[in-house]
């Protein structure tokens, strides 16, 4: 530690002593002067996964989810807080101390955990941000505009971790930028529900209601989707579909609250600033306001807005049948009141079709008396046509106008193919219920904001949101990656070793967006990433519970009494929690894979146990 750090940390520690002395006030007031890790997590945890997490379980479930975010993130604060408690208690490097009092094979899973989480979680932020500025904000949309976007998204993460590697001013410097990064994009979320509420589009009995847990919603859907599904053809398959999509979005939600790589970040962000046992009750208060306040209201905002907009509705222009088959329709009799395409196509309805599309399928193929394959064949003979047709257009007249042309007749007055036929004639209900589970993102939730806020004005203030989002995200990766790779090589967390290892989630992160995902994917990717993430975050749990309860390596500062025991209660439950979100995901995606993988970590952790234990007791 430098004489400069050492001076400011003892300065630091005078100040809050004598706060102590005059009172709860006083001590609050300094300990605001004094917050920085809490930020540092809150700009990492108001990133991509937060965006979609929220966005998606605002879609699926309305206000009725606004519970499930916070209520992980106190959790999560306990386990940090735990972790911060080791970590100024000992004054030792977590890794190291899991590794010697704890189980070598949990210190390594946990760093190898946060390693891979840093480099996987990357990518879609780097995705994220380029779809920020070229969709929201219409930045740097031309031929290269991608990689312009990847290369400032770098630049702007290397440059922020320069400064706090460089200690001392820098470290202030770094934390002011993150904390007003973490503002902008908090006041730009809080803005769109001030618009909304000031239009009275808001029913606050609800959204009031959403904030009380229900642990029904594992096993149920919610009452919106109930008429649709009692007038659908196959109400089981849509139940089914709805709420794998409804745990999904549960397990998202809750992963992205508190990731594993933040457990990782927190204490050696601490250390690193010369913080020990006197600032216990400042890392607390720093968890609990400059980590809890900013993601609640960030994510509710996202989740409220994204219900208002989009839950148990859809966009009825899927359901449109080219002009001429709407004249034919109407000729036959039909009126705006029958018709079940009377609404019109919009460049969002092209951009949701796909998803529409294979929603629609999915029922299709349960349908005992229709040969799937074989139309599908049929259709896709159609569709050659189709695209033919629109080169031949293109040739004669422009791609613009041709692309205007589609959203009147999609099929350029070749008419309907044998699966499309057969989409049409399904019954409202189901296309319905299909229409509504489309995949949206930000940039859709922004247009459809646009009758509040004005042409524009919704994309540039989402815009500037998912930005600040995805930047501050990318830079704590890259703090943490640092961390991550100067402990396992048994490195100072600084210098050349520090930044090489900060660089690395910068590189595949840019790499990884403008390779592994096509443009539409981009939004989309967060959620298996977040699945992936909700995976690893029971080894920590699982480490942090066994570290407060040991009393090797916390001697006289281990927690007695009725202390230990409410603390151990709460630690559990965070645990089970985190374990169940990760046993569902496991044996959704990975099956008894997943399980196996599982037992075999499990097993080598005992067995290194009694291993090293086995010496001691000779």
Same mark, same amino acid.
């Given at each position: 530690?430098?004489?400069?750090?050492?001076?400011?940390?003892?300065?630091?520690?005078?100040?809050?002593?004598?706060?102590?002395?005059?009172?709860?006030?006083?001590?609050?007031?300094?300990?605001?002067?004094?917050?920085?890790?809490?930020?540092?997590?809150?700009?990492?945890?108001?990133?991509?996964?937060?965006?979609? %997490? !929220? #966005?998606?379980? =605002?879609? /699926? &479930?309305?206000?009725?989810?606004?519970?499930?975010?916070? @209520?992980?993130? *106190?959790?999560?604060?306990?386990?940090?807080?735990?972790?911060?408690?080791?970590?100024?208690?000992?004054?030792?490097?977590?890794?190291?101390?899991?590794?010697?009092?704890?189980?070598?094979?949990?210190?390594?899973?946990?760093?190898?955990?946060?390693?891979?989480?840093?480099?996987?979680?990357?990518?879609?932020?780097?995705?994220?941000?380029?779809?920020?500025?070229?969709?929201?904000?219409?930045?740097?949309?031309?031929?290269?505009?991608?990689?312009?976007?990847?290369?400032?998204?770098?630049?702007?993460?290397?440059?922020?971790?320069?400064?706090?590697?460089?200690?001392?001013?820098?470290?202030?410097?770094?934390?002011?930028?993150?904390?007003?990064?973490?503002?902008?994009?908090?006041?730009?979320?809080?803005?769109?529900?001030?618009?909304?509420?000031?239009? %009275? !589009? #808001?029913?606050? =009995?609800? /959204? &009031?209601?959403?904030?009380?847990?229900?642990?029904?919603? @594992?096993?149920? *859907?919610?009452?919106?989707?109930?008429?649709?599904?009692?007038?659908?053809?196959?109400?089981?398959?849509?139940?089914?579909?709805?709420?794998?999509?409804?745990?999904?979005?549960?397990?998202?939600?809750?992963?992205?609250?508190?990731?594993?790589?933040?457990?990782?970040?927190?204490?050696?962000?601490?250390?690193?600033?010369?913080?020990?046992?006197?600032?216990?009750?400042?890392?607390?208060?720093?968890?609990?306001?400059?980590?809890?306040?900013?993601?609640?209201?960030?994510?509710?905002?996202?989740?409220?807005?994204?219900?208002?907009?989009?839950?148990?509705?859809?966009?009825?222009?899927?359901?449109?049948?080219?002009?001429?088959?709407?004249?034919?329709?109407?000729?036959?009799?039909?009126?705006?009141?029958?018709?079940?395409?009377?609404?019109?196509?919009?460049?969002?309805?092209?951009?949701?079709?796909?998803?529409?599309?294979?929603?629609?399928?999915?029922?299709?193929?349960?349908?005992?008396?229709?040969?799937?394959?074989?139309?599908?064949?049929?259709?896709?003979?159609?569709?050659?046509?189709?695209?033919?047709?629109?080169?031949?257009?293109?040739?004669?007249?422009?791609?613009?106008?041709?692309?205007?042309?589609?959203?009147?007749?999609?099929?350029?007055?070749?008419?309907?193919?044998?699966?499309?036929?057969?989409?049409?004639?399904?019954?409202?209900?189901?296309?319905?219920?299909?229409?509504?589970?489309?995949?949206?993102?930000?940039?859709?939730?922004?247009?459809?904001?646009?009758?509040?806020?004005?042409?524009?004005?919704?994309?540039?203030?989402?815009?500037?949101?998912?930005?600040?989002?995805?930047?501050?995200?990318?830079?704590?990766?890259?703090?943490?990656?640092?961390?991550?790779?100067?402990?396992?090589?048994?490195?100072?967390?600084?210098?050349?070793?520090?930044?090489?290892?900060?660089?690395?989630?910068?590189?595949?992160?840019?790499?990884?967006?403008?390779?592994?995902?096509?443009?539409?994917?981009?939004?989309?990717?967060?959620?298996?990433?977040?699945?992936?993430?909700?995976?690893?975050?029971?080894?920590?749990?699982?480490?942090?519970?066994?570290?407060?309860?040991?009393?090797?390596?916390?001697?006289?500062?281990?927690?007695?009494?009725?202390?230990?025991?409410?603390?151990?209660?709460?630690?559990?439950?965070?645990?089970?929690?985190?374990?169940?979100?990760?046993?569902?995901?496991?044996?959704?995606?990975?099956?008894?894979?997943?399980?196996?993988?599982?037992?075999?970590?499990?097993?080598?952790?005992?067995?290194?146990?009694?291993?090293?234990?086995?010496?001691?007791?000779?």
């Amino acid at each position: 530690m430098s004489d400069e750090l050492q001076a400011q940390v003892e300065q630091n520690r005078q100040l809050i002593l004598d706060a102590k002395q005059k009172g709860t006030g006083s001590t609050l007031l300094a300990y605001s002067k004094l917050s920085g890790p809490g930020w540092l997590q809150s700009a990492i945890t108001l990133g991509g996964g937060s965006l979609a %997490g !929220s #966005l998606y379980l =605002g879609i /699926i &479930a309305g206000y009725e989810l606004l519970w499930l975010q916070p @209520l992980m993130m *106190v959790l999560g604060i306990v386990m940090l807080s735990a972790i911060g408690y080791v970590a100024l208690s000992t004054k030792e490097r977590p890794f190291h101390a899991i590794n010697r009092h704890i189980n070598p094979v949990l210190g390594w899973g946990w760093a190898i955990a946060t390693l891979m989480a840093n480099m996987v979680w990357a990518m879609p932020q780097f995705a994220l941000g380029t779809a920020a500025m070229q969709q929201n904000l219409g930045l740097f949309s031309g031929e290269n505009g991608g990689i312009l976007c990847t290369v400032i998204l770098f630049s702007l993460g290397a440059g922020a971790v320069y400064f706090y590697d460089s200690g001392g001013r820098g470290v202030k410097i770094f934390d002011w930028t993150l904390k007003i990064m973490v503002a902008v994009v908090v006041l730009s979320f809080f803005g769109v529900v001030i618009a909304m509420t000031m239009k %009275g !589009s #808001l029913p606050w =009995g609800d /959204i &009031a209601c959403g904030f009380v847990p229900d642990f029904s919603l @594992l096993t149920s *859907v919610p009452d919106t989707y109930g008429k649709f599904l009692a007038d659908s053809t196959n109400p089981g398959f849509w139940e089914t579909k709805i709420l794998s999509s409804q745990r999904d979005k549960m397990v998202t939600g809750a992963a992205t609250a508190v990731g594993i790589n933040m457990t990782f970040l927190l204490p050696y962000s601490m250390l690193k600033r010369g913080w020990d046992k006197d600032f216990r009750g400042l890392a607390v208060f720093d968890l609990s306001t400059g980590l809890f306040v900013p993601f609640m209201v960030a994510v509710s905002c996202v989740v409220i807005a994204s219900a208002t907009q989009f839950h148990g509705k859809y966009d009825a222009g899927l359901l449109v049948k080219s002009s001429a088959e709407r004249n034919v329709e109407i000729s036959n009799g039909a009126t705006s009141e029958t018709s079940l395409y009377e609404a019109k196509r919009t460049k969002d309805t092209v951009a949701s079709e796909r998803d529409f599309n294979k929603n629609v399928d999915a029922v299709l193929k349960t349908q005992a008396d229709f040969k799937y394959d074989d139309v599908a064949k049929l259709q896709a003979k159609h569709d050659e046509k189709v695209a033919s047709r629109r080169d031949e257009l293109i040739a004669e007249k422009s791609a613009d106008t041709v692309a205007e042309q589609e959203l009147q007749d999609p099929n350029l007055g070749l008419g309907f193919g044998p699966l499309d036929k057969r989409r049409n004639e399904l019954a409202k209900a189901d296309r319905q219920l299909a229409a509504m589970l489309v995949g949206r993102d930000s940039g859709l939730l922004a247009n459809s904001l646009q009758n509040l806020t004005g042409p524009g004005i919704a994309q540039i203030v989402f815009g500037i949101g998912v930005l600040g989002m995805a930047v501050s995200t990318i830079i704590i990766l890259m703090l943490i990656n640092g961390f991550t790779i100067c402990e396992m090589c048994g490195r100072p967390s600084e210098g050349a070793m520090y930044r090489f290892g900060s660089i690395l989630p910068g590189l595949t992160g840019g790499i990884g967006a403008l390779t592994l995902w096509t443009s539409q994917a981009k939004f989309y990717v967060a959620e298996p990433t977040s699945i992936f993430g909700m995976v690893l975050l029971p080894i920590a749990y699982v480490t942090f519970f066994l570290m407060i309860n040991s009393k090797s390596l916390l001697g006289e500062h281990r927690p007695e009494g009725i202390k230990r025991v409410l603390l151990n209660l709460v630690l559990l439950l965070a645990l089970i929690a985190s374990t169940i979100g990760a046993g569902w995901s496991i044996w959704a995606k990975a099956g008894w894979y997943g399980v196996a993988a599982v037992v075999a970590f499990v097993t080598l952790a005992v067995v290194v146990h009694f291993r090293r234990r086995k010496p001691a007791a000779e």
